[in-house]
């Protein structure tokens, strides 16, 4: 059926509606692909470009900043500063020949340095980054930065590295940090993803390595963007570590530095302890060496001459070192004596200079004797006969259970490197250690500390503080981890008789202060000073008879390694005792005249915080303090400390 006109014209209006509806749909839609077409060609183009060459993300370690180490008044000992280095990541180089060549057309980089880095890739993995050079100028930072289109691979970071403001002062005690090895690796069940960052700085020895994982902290990680040239094309996102945590010693660098300079010249070691914490103020061995050296790389010829070196440098004598501990240890027979009920204060014994013993001569210091002595008189005068013959009444395992109480023959728990036991020598030890039986010489022979018997400096100290006590001072090095501040060492009473330990105190304090004592030359004058304290000579040789009868030969005319090792403890003020102090200079002869000064000058430098006045000291000494107190500024001053024995 034919439709009417008007029917017909109204469906061609509807059509030609619907039409354009849909051109105009069809042209809007090409429009919006027409833009973003130029959008993703010229606005986009270079993100675009940069997948199609292969872009991808990558993961990166952030290292954490270390930890920070101070002293007791907030002094920095181990500090972190800004390092810029040049690293390489072999997937991301390409030919890694020819970008290595480039770089070295652009900085110094010696030949060696770039076998070094390629032997070093062959370790790793190739997504692991290599360092190239370090410590590098921020002139050559700059050099790679602009190039870093040729450079494939490579990239210029600023990272932390640590340093020792106060250089060889604590060295000991601080220790220092080195690049991990794959030595360190070997020693790790599980090691820290960290430890694959190049030239990542772990604790080598003393508190950074006792404490390195508080010190080391979490890493952080980045996600960064590369493109197949292993050019870092942007940062995407990144998530910060925790720093370590700062560590505040008890030590304090003041007297610290006084001791390391009062030390000069000499093979020997300084312990200062506080008595009612038992903190340790001062921990000095010389001679020393720059921690420095070892976080920057240290050379060969500085490596060698350290390590070469007969007065030991690298050594803390503190605790590594063990030493026959001479008179020292005659407060620990005395005491043990007492205890036993075997033998009284007042009880006396015959010096003629010699005890017989199995048909062994055992001689006195003084080759004419003592006569009569008592127990105080014995400390006083320093009679080794007395010694003899009641070490032979109590018997060694006495003798070794009372060492042990005071501090000898025990492993003490501070965080340094290496720290010795001792030997308190016993029946049980010589036949375990030996398979032999103890002997009677063995007791008389350890009655004045020498033998089997060892300590370390810090280990008189001890001795020295427990005996001022009566309690069990116990030594503390850190005094807070993080802000977390450590137990206390000021320890409990011991239970030893308190009249036993005046008489001991008193006889220690006649030494120094009263004419005949031994370390009378030494005394301090001030009024509420005064030390109480004990010499002490090791020998490290056998004096044979032969000798004895044509005369003992000096020590000053003997080789250094065969004089007498010279020894001191004390503690002060007698009336109120603040610090506990021990000394020991390698063979340097007598412990009165060698290392009673030191111990003395040491201590007023305790007491007064800082240098003494002259009246200090006996009168005849006035020009000899002042001269030697002029050259410990002088030397303070300059930030130097006794890395050369005189």
Request: glycine letters at 10%; a neutral charge; charged letters at 25%.
């Amino acid at each position: 059926m034919k439709r009417p006109p008007k029917e017909t014209a109204e469906s061609t209006r509807r059509i030609a509606r619907r039409s354009l509806l849909i051109g105009t749909a069809q042209l809007g839609m090409i429009g919006v692909l027409g833009w973003r077409m130029r959008s993703m060609q010229v606005e986009e183009g270079e993100i675009y470009r940069n997948l199609a060459e292969e872009n991808r993300i990558n993961m990166r370690l952030i290292p954490p900043s270390r930890g920070l180490i101070f002293d007791r008044n907030g002094v920095p000992l181990a500090v972190n500063e800004q390092n810029y280095r040049i690293i390489i990541t072999r997937e991301d180089a390409g030919d890694v020949d020819d970008t290595l060549d480039r770089l070295a057309r652009l900085i110094s980089l010696p030949d060696e340095a770039i076998e070094d880095v390629k032997a070093e890739m062959a370790r790793r993995p190739g997504f692991v980054p290599v360092t190239v050079a370090e410590r590098v100028p921020w002139e050559d930072v700059a050099k790679v930065t602009v190039n870093t289109p040729a450079l494939p691979g490579i990239t210029a970071e600023v990272g932390l590295s640590r340093h020792y403001p106060r250089g060889s002062d604590t060295a000991h005690v601080v220790g220092y940090v080195g690049p991990v090895s794959d030595y360190d690796l070997s020693k790790m069940d599980d090691p820290d993803p960290l430890m694959q960052i190049p030239r990542f700085q772990i604790g080598k020895t003393g508190v950074e390595a006792k404490f390195e994982e508080e010190l080391r902290g979490s890493a952080g990680t980045k996600r960064i963007e590369v493109n197949a040239a292993g050019r870092v094309m942007r940062e995407i996102d990144r998530e910060e570590g925790k720093s370590g945590a700062d560590i505040q010693l008890t030590i304090d660098s003041k007297l610290q530095s006084y001791a390391e300079a009062r030390l000069e010249g000499e093979s020997a070691s300084v312990v200062v302890m506080d008595l009612e914490t038992g903190d340790l103020r001062a921990v000095a061995s010389a001679p020393t060496f720059d921690p420095n050296l070892f976080v920057r790389g240290i050379s060969g010829p500085d490596w060698r001459a350290l390590n070469e070196n007969k007065y030991r440098p690298l050594s803390a004598k503190t605790v590594q070192g063990a030493y026959p501990p001479g008179s020292t240890f005659k407060m620990v027979v005395a005491l043990a004596a007492l205890e036993s009920g075997l033998v009284g204060p007042e009880d006396t014994e015959y010096c003629p200079g010699y005890t017989e013993v199995g048909g062994t001569r055992f001689h006195c210091w003084k080759r004419g004797g003592h006569g009569n002595v008592d127990m105080h008189r014995s400390l006083q005068e320093s009679c080794d006969v007395y010694y003899y013959e009641v070490s032979q009444k109590i018997g060694i395992d006495r003798i070794a259970e009372m060492a042990r109480r005071l501090g000898v023959g025990v492993e003490h728990d501070v965080p340094m490197s290496a720290v010795s036991t001792g030997v308190a020598p016993d029946t049980q030890w010589k036949r375990d250690r030996y398979g032999e039986a103890w002997r009677i010489g063995d007791t008389v022979n350890a009655s004045i500390g020498q033998g089997y018997v060892l300590a370390t400096p810090l280990q008189l100290a001890v001795m020295t503080a427990r005996l001022a006590t009566g309690r069990d001072v116990r030594p503390r090095l850190i005094h807070s981890v993080g802000g977390v501040i450590q137990p206390s060492g000021a320890g409990d009473p011991m239970g030893l008789n308190e009249n036993y330990l005046r008489r001991v105190r008193a006889a220690m304090n006649d030494v120094s202060n009263a004419r005949r004592g031994t370390g009378f030359r030494s005394r301090i004058v001030a009024e509420g000073m005064q030390m109480a304290g004990k010499s002490g000579t090791s020998q490290v040789r056998r004096i044979t008879a032969e000798e004895r009868a044509r005369g003992v030969t000096s020590n000053a005319d003997l080789p250094w390694e065969r004089r007498d090792h010279a020894l001191w403890v004390n503690f002060a003020p007698y009336d109120n005792p603040r610090f506990a102090i021990s000394v020991i200079v390698e063979h340097g002869g007598g412990g009165s005249s060698v290392a009673a000064p030191i111990a003395r000058d040491v201590t007023l430098q305790a007491l007064y915080d800082g240098p003494p006045p002259l009246e200090a000291y006996p009168s005849n000494l006035h020009d000899e303090i002042a001269a030697q107190q002029k050259r410990i500024e002088n030397h303070v001053a300059r930030g130097t400390t006794s890395s050369d024995r005189a």
